[in-house]
Nanobody, 116 residues
């Protein structure tokens, strides 16, 4: 059964930090590069960061140097440490396999709101 459960979002002031977690079903997690995405109000969902099963990472330019993605393979969990948050980071954050399609299964996401 496919499962993606995101958590850790909240309201934070600009410059603050949050750590997001995503527990995934083994069927997704074990064979895939995992990624975080976000959808800001009025915008399409965009890719934020990714991590391979071996731990190699890549980031969107907008978050590079501020966000860190990691994974715990024993727990089927992927994390996103977000530092120096900016109002433009406000969005619903989702995790999924890299290159997930719109029609693939998506979790409920977790809301991140950054106040100025």
């Amino acid at each position: 059964q496919v499962q993606l459960v995101e958590s850790g979002g909240g309201l934070v002031q600009a410059g603050g930090s949050l750590r997001l977690s995503c527990e995934a079903s083994r069927s997704i997690f074990s064979i895939n590069t995992m990624a975080w995405y976000r959808r800001a109000p009025g915008k399409q969902r965009e890719w934020v960061a990714q991590i391979t099963s071996g731990g190699s990472t890549n980031y969107a330019d907008s978050v590079k140097g501020r966000f860190t993605i990691s994974r715990d393979n024993a727990k089927n969990t992927v994390y996103l440490q977000m530092n120096d948050l900016k109002p433009e980071d406000t969005a619903v954050y989702y995790c999924n396999k890299r290159w997930a399609l719109r029609n693939d299964y998506w979790g409920q996401g977790t809301q991140v709101t950054v106040s100025s």
